[in-house]
């Protein structure tokens, strides 16, 4: 009898092309589970497709080549939330700034992030490739079954020009009166955009144009954050309210 572990112990794998009732692991993968972590012949593993569905079976074949698994059940839209969260925010100086955000709201639970290049954006895009690896390791992490989307980087304009739906909001530090709370103008289940800024934040101008967009002013706090910790606390404080 196979016994399942807990979710925090048993080993997650992202299977993007799953389908029917066995997996095989491609080489790196295999020689990681079977030479690294030594798992064996009916070892439970789960499995995530980055669609929204959660797989758990057990090695059958542990080939460090062609490490193989059998699919014993699927959760089908695993933990679906009822909202969409959209962060659209500046690529940073520093990557290893930008890449602690987007680890960090992977596993918090954003939807879609969009880098966008500002007015005083330091660094004109990111390593989409890095980025997504990051993307898929934060899912493994924390358990997500939903991939989160990596939009291409794009001007602050042409993102201004997207369709968006739900709340739109942009978060800045300029003193301003009529900045809120996202708890002020935020709705349990509603889906949300969230604009940050570059280090020097947005211009007046900028500001102005969203709010041209039907974007609502907000701030964080009464703290200046960071651009990647405001990103965090912009995900964070969305999805408390959606608790």
């Known amino acids: 009898m196979i016994i399942f572990e807990s979710f925090t112990t048993m080993q997650v794998f992202y299977a993007p092309d799953i389908t029917g009732d066995t997996y095989t692991l491609d ?6 589970t079977i030479r690294v972590l030594r798992m064996n012949k009916n ?5 995530i497709d980055g669609k929204g569905n959660l797989f758990e079976g057990v090695i059958t074949e542990p080939d460090p080549r062609n490490c193989s698994i059998k699919i014993i059940s699927v959760t089908r839209n695993f933990e679906k939330k009822n ?3 959209h962060i659209a925010i500046s690529p940073l100086k520093n990557p290893e700034r930008f890449e602690w955000f987007i680890e960090k709201s992977v596993e918090i639970g954003v939807d879609e992030i969009t ?7 330091e660094k004109q895009g990111v390593k989409t490739v890095r980025i997504r690896n990051l993307i898929i390791s934060a899912m493994k992490q924390s358990l997500k079954a939903q991939e989160t989307v990596l939009n291409e980087t794009m001007t602050f304009s042409e993102f201004l020009n997207q369709n968006h739906r739900g709340a739109l909001m942009i978060a800045h530090c300029c003193i301003d009166n009529r900045r809120k709370g996202i708890a002020d103008i935020y709705t349990k ?7 940050i800024g570059p280090e020097g934040d947005f ?4 500001i102005e144009k969203a709010m041209s967009k039907n974007f609502t002013q907000i701030h964080l706090g009464s703290s200046r ?12 404080s969305v999805y408390f309210i959606n608790q």
């Open 43 to 47: 070892a439970p593993v789960r499995l």
């Open 189 to 195: 289940g509603d889906d949300v955009v969230i604009m």
């Open 83 to 85: 909202y969409r969260l």
């Open 225 to 236: 954050l960071r651009t990647e910790t405001a990103g965090v606390a912009a995900c964070h």
């Open 27 to 32: 080489e790196r993968e295999s020689k990681h």
């Open 203 to 206: 211009t007046k101008e900028e």
């Open 115 to 121: 880098p966008i290049i500002c007015r005083n954006t």
